[in-house]
């Protein structure tokens, strides 16, 4: 990973950590899991998404609204789809 990748990298980790639990525990291991496969498109959505307000964040990633733009519904599906996972192989190693 070059500097300014590694720069880059360091900010979206700090911009995906909100201060929330629930938010850090979706958009965290996100990032580390799947930031780096995405497209460069969907990486660009990405940034877009954590631009948003909390509230906002909050709302769509506990599925209680989506999105209006479907760029940002798609990026939110694959956080909770992501975080669905993760709980599916948690609950498989109990």
């Not at 877009?48 to 909390?54: G, P, R, S, V, W």
Request: overall charge negative.
């Amino acid at each position: 990973m070059s500097d300014n990748e590694d720069t880059v990298r360091k900010r979206l980790y700090w911009h995906s950590r909100r201060g929330m639990w629930e938010l850090d525990l979706l958009l965290v291991p996100f990032l580390e899991d799947c930031y780096d496969a995405l497209s460069p498109e969907d990486q660009v959505r990405y940034r877009e998404l954590i631009a948003a307000e909390d509230q906002d964040l909050f709302t769509w990633l506990m599925r209680r609204e989506w999105p209006e733009d479907e760029d940002l519904r798609r990026i939110v599906q694959m956080i909770v789809e992501h975080a669905e996972a993760l709980d599916r192989r948690r609950h498989q190693t109990l």
